[in-house]
């Protein structure tokens, strides 16, 4: 049995990562066998990573690498945001992002096949499953987007919850431009729009907003404009189709703009379910036709990056198409990406005290 000295665990520390005891053991594995040794840390890393597969990673980071003209985004999930903060977390974090520049790979999970960008004796997945052994928590390459364009500018938000990219074209990339689009990559952190302009949403988007929009407003009665209201209330009254508290109530308040405070949650959906049944006809009415447009258009000025009021608009007014004007007539966003950590992923509701006392006993 060879001596395992104190300077071959270091050394074996340094190439795997791995813990001093895992280390040490590997070692006595081996009969102080170094190259062996990393063999099995990194066979016994893929089965704590396989132990692990099950667990939620929906914490993490986003992080950018840039390159000229050219920039990808990635985000990379862990268990905890206490391991999201680790140092060495973030600089994986920081390589992934590299190998999302450099790879030709459609998504990550075709990235994870290839040879790693730090050393190209192991792939992608292994330096994953190596580092989920040394970190001691599921890790997961969800994600990456790449962009390039005339000019391309990154923001990172909240230490990395948030990370995005923007790239404009047409009116090259001097300073001017650079601080322009670093501004509307705030704004697109705060504001989260879905798309760039309006001509981005295909036809059968806006149909569905349409009727989405249409819908809403006819289970919202309160809201309907007075005339199409007073129709439904001719209705319910020939029918005999309110109780008579809520009859006596709309007797009595008809007129009233705080009706609906009084009347009862069937009433409400009484009126609803006429305002729906004549859904046809009330859609053709060119006063809740305007009323619908209008609803639609405070949308798409949500949704919509060049119709966004821009954030930093000392008149509170100014749209963030008016504001890229000013700067330059040729500047234009030719698309942005925005990441944020675990959207759309389920989260594990922790009480991190309750747990640290539950393994105290």
């Known amino acids: 049995m060879a ?11 340094e190439m795997s990562g791995a813990g001093m005891m895992d280390c040490k053991k590997a070692l006595n594995e081996t009969n102080g066998d170094m190259d062996a040794a990393f063999e099995v840390l990194r066979k016994s890393g893929a089965a704590k990573a396989e132990k692990k597969a099950s667990r939620i990673a929906a914490e993490g980071i986003c992080r950018v690498a840039l390159d000229g003209n050219k920039a990808a985004v990635v985000e990379v999930n862990s268990e905890t945001d206490f391991v999201a903060k680790n140092e060495t977390f973030q600089t994986f974090v920081e390589a992934v992002a590299k190998q999302a520049l450099a790879t030709s790979a459609a998504d990550a999970e075709a990235m994870m096949e290839e040879a790693w960008i730090e050393d190209a004796s192991k792939t992608v997945k292994e330096a994953l499953v190596e580092k989920t052994a040394t970190i001691g928590e599921k890790l997961s390459i969800r994600r990456f987007a790449k962009a390039e364009g005339d000019c391309v500018v990154s ?42 302009s309006r001509a981005d949403i295909s036809k059968e988007e806006l149909d569905k907003l349409q009727e989405i929009t249409v819908d809403s407003a006819l289970n919202d009665p309160a809201t309907l404009p007075k005339p199409i209201l007073n129709d439904l209330f001719a209705k319910v009254e020939a029918g005999n189709l309110l109780s008579a508290e809520d009859a006596a ?60 009021v821009y954030v930093k608009a000392e008149d509170g007014k100014q749209s963030v198409a008016q504001y890229l004007g000013s700067v330059s007539k040729e500047l234009a966003v030719a698309c942005f990406i925005r990441y944020e950590v675990g959207e759309g992923m389920e989260k594990k509701n922790e009480d991190f005290a309750a747990e640290v006392a539950a393994q105290l006993g």
Do not use: W
């Not at 001596?3 to 520390?13: Q, W």
């Not at 009706?259 to 009330?282: C, H, Q, R």
């Open 249 to 308: 109530i709309l007797a009595e308040k008809k007129n009233d703009k705080y009706l609906f405070n009084f009347l009862s949650d069937a009433a409400k959906a009484t009126l609803a379910g006429l305002a729906m049944e004549d859904k046809a006809n009330i859609a053709g009415n060119k006063i809740f036709s305007g009323l619908v447009d209008g609803r639609v258009s405070k949308h798409l000025k949500e949704i919509c990056l060049m119709d966004q």
């Open 155 to 196: 923001y990172i938000h909240g230490g990395g919850k948030i990370g995005v990219v923007v790239v404009g074209n047409g009116a090259g990339d001097g300073a001017e431009v650079k601080e322009a689009l670093a501004n509307i990559a705030m704004q697109v952190a705060a504001m989260n729009p879905k798309y760039t």
């Open 3 to 13: 001596d395992i000295t104190a300077s071959m665990v270091k050394e074996l520390r």
